[in-house]
């Protein structure tokens, strides 16, 4: 009995532990403007969700697949709808933003006028989830 019983223990601390995820990483980590809260393994790819701030908070999940940016959602914001909130709807910004990958810079993507600490902070979060891809999951 005390077999089974220590044998399910450790079956259960086994599941528990790989159901925790993120390769062992102690979450949160900062990066730059950025912390990356959590990720998840999507086939290849780890998505990472990612908290960080314009004006205001926001929340964005950035994928990351071979070391190369693949999506990129703002989940959530409080960024002015006329000033941040354009930006981060523009989806041309954010295609901008994904194909730019390795090469992200401030003077590359210029954002509309007023918008530029919510574009610090979408580029901030995908030089966060690059690095935190190579950091951890590379």
């Known amino acids: 009995m005390k077999k089974l019983m220590l044998a399910l223990f450790l079956g259960l601390a086994t599941l ?4 925790c995820g993120g390769g062992g990483v102690d979450y949160p980590v900062e990066y730059f403007n950025a912390t990356v809260t959590g990720s998840e ?9 990612i908290d960080t701030t314009g004006f205001y908070d926001m929340t964005v999940e950035v994928t990351v697949d071979a070391g190369t940016i693949t999506a990129y959602d703002v989940i959530s914001h409080e960024e002015s709808a006329d000033y ?4 981060i709807d523009d989806t041309n910004y954010i295609d901008d ?3 730019s990958n390795a090469e992200l810079s401030g003077a590359e993507l210029d954002a509309y006028a007023g ?11 995908a030089l966060a989830a690059l690095e935190h891809y190579t950091a951890f999951y590379e």
């Open 16 to 19: 528990s532990l790989a159901a």
């Open 41 to 49: 393994a999507s086939g290849s790819a780890q998505v990472f969700s």
């Open 84 to 87: 941040g909130g354009l930006l």
């Open 97 to 99: 933003l994904v194909a």
């Open 115 to 125: 918008a530029t600490a919510t574009r610090d902070a979408l580029m901030d979060a």
